[in-house]
């Protein structure tokens, strides 16, 4: 062993750390249970003091030339710490130089992961002023000007003001927030997430560094909504240009004499059906949605089951606990395809055929993958295995729940070989038959009746659209 620091050892150091781990864990919003984490002001001053705690010993440490070996022992012990499949996947890069600054980390957890309510922005603040307070009250030659002329001056250099210091000086008492010149939120917070750094004070340096986290997150608010305000436009052209070209496409491509009111109504079902798949695949929900699938299911299995499992225990009393974790699944299980599956989808036209003749296309196409299921099976990368493994358990003997999924997301995401495919076709098929009364469609399949404009209708044009 090289460690040789002559005030603690190694393993009590560890300890120590592994209690700070937890501590950014809280500070990222949320317990172990997944329930949020609530921050009062005295809970982030200890937080705070923890960070300046460690902040203090590395940089005493990393400061010096006799502890080189030290340091190398350390942080092969942080990563053999962070290489546990239980820690959380942002921290794995946790180094003895990044706890230096382990204030700073607090700090930044607090504000730019953990939800910015009214009452949690009051509790930093409250706690970083207090803070401050008490490090100049125990300066002589300190007063409570100095705090306020510290702050004046952090937030001119991030053009928050542009008033000269001593008029502020001589208005100070007379000042009330309705004729402060704070205006610069919206200037400093261009879309452009890189702020100054803050000025580096002997006193006062917890509130500055606050307001650089804080105008640090609105610039990445106001980057995020311009980025979906551009996104809606962009959207919206993209709707318009898509539903009407086509129709325009296939009437055009038919003969005169087959635009008979039979193929312009099947037209227009068609048109309505592409509209509403559209509408969700385009959403800014389901966008949502995919981005957090693709960020769970990045992380190693053991760490997304974490996530998902204890969703399952409320399943039971809260059925749209049940749903979230099977639309995620299945939107993390196409993640890396979707973009391809929304082209597919574009290229989709409508051939005129009846549901019944889909329905035929997609039965022969059912028979003939059973035969490749495990050569299809091998295909897939191991994170799509355990994907549709943990989906094929969940739903043992509730597939009928697949049913109050998205048609378009279900249709796109499950693959028409495996066992969860034909499930799904056997709840399809009932309905389709009308073998029950539980399960008939009352609109139409019934005294030779076609299934037209009903949820059987929408979703084997949506199987056909994905699989034919």
């Not at 949320?30 to 590395?58: C, E, H, M, T």
């Not at 502020?168 to 007379?174: M, P, Q």
């Not at 597919?344 to 019944?356: A, E, G, K, N, V």
């Not at 509730?398 to 693959?415: D, F, Q, R, S, T």
């Amino acid at each position: 062993m090289s460690w040789c620091h002559p005030d603690i050892t190694l393993g009590d150091l560890m300890q120590l750390i592994k209690g700070f781990v937890d501590i950014l864990i809280l500070a990222n919003g949320y317990q172990s249970s997944g329930l949020p984490a609530v921050w009062d002001a005295p809970s982030i001053k200890n937080a705070v003091r923890w960070g300046l705690f460690f902040q203090d010993v590395f940089k005493r440490i990393n400061d010096s030339c006799h502890f080189d070996n030290s340091m190398k022992e350390l942080d092969a012990a942080l990563r053999n710490l962070m290489s546990n499949p239980f820690c959380p996947q942002g921290l794995v890069h946790l180094t003895s130089t990044s706890l230096s600054r382990a204030r700073d980390l607090v700090i930044e957890c607090l504000v730019q992961s953990h939800i910015m309510g009214a009452k949690h922005l009051t509790s930093l603040l409250t706690a970083v002023i207090e803070m401050d307070v008490n490090d100049l009250n125990g300066t002589w030659n300190a007063n409570s000007t100095v705090y306020t002329d510290i702050l004046m001056l952090q937030m001119e250099s991030l053009n928050l003001v542009s008033m000269d210091r001593e008029n502020f000086v001589k208005t100070r008492a007379a000042s009330t927030p309705s004729t402060s010149k704070i205006s610069g939120v919206s200037r400093a917070g261009s879309c452009n997430p890189a702020m100054p750094e803050p000025m580096d004070y002997s006193f006062a340096h917890h509130s500055c560094f606050l307001i650089h986290e804080i105008l640090q997150r609105q610039a990445s608010i106001l980057c995020i909504t311009s980025a979906e305000t551009g996104l809606d436009s962009i959207l919206n052209l993209f709707m318009t240009e898509h539903m009407l070209v086509p129709e325009k496409n296939s009437l055009e491509g038919k003969p005169s004499t087959g635009n008979s009111p039979k193929s312009m109504s099947e037209l227009f079902l068609w048109s309505q059906w592409r509209s509403r798949c559209l509408s969700y695949l385009v959403d800014n929900r389901t966008i949502r949605l995919l981005s957090g699938a693709n960020l769970i299911f990045s992380t190693p299995k053991v760490h997304w089951l974490q996530v998902l499992d204890p969703l399952k225990v409320l399943s039971d009393s809260i059925n749209d606990h049940l749903l979230e974790i099977m639309e995620i699944s299945l939107l993390g299980f196409i993640s890396s395809r979707w973009t391809n599956l929304i082209g597919q989808f574009m290229s989709h036209s409508c051939d005129y055929l009846t549901i019944s003749e889909q329905y035929s296309v997609l039965h022969c196409l059912l028979q003939e993958n059973t035969q490749c299921a495990h050569s299809k099976m091998e295909a897939l990368s191991s994170k799509e295995k355990d994907i549709l493994g943990y989906m094929t358990t969940f739903l043992d003997c509730h597939y009928h729940k697949l049913w109050l999924l998205p048609p378009v997301l279900v249709a796109a995401a499950i693959p028409s070989w495996s066992i969860l495919f034909r499930a799904f076709w056997n709840e399809l098929n009932k309905r389709f038959v009308g073998a029950s009364s539980d399960v008939r469609c009352y609109d139409c399949g019934q005294d030779g009746k076609e299934h037209r404009d009903c949820e059987v209708a929408e979703r084997i044009r949506c199987l056909y659209a994905f699989h034919i």
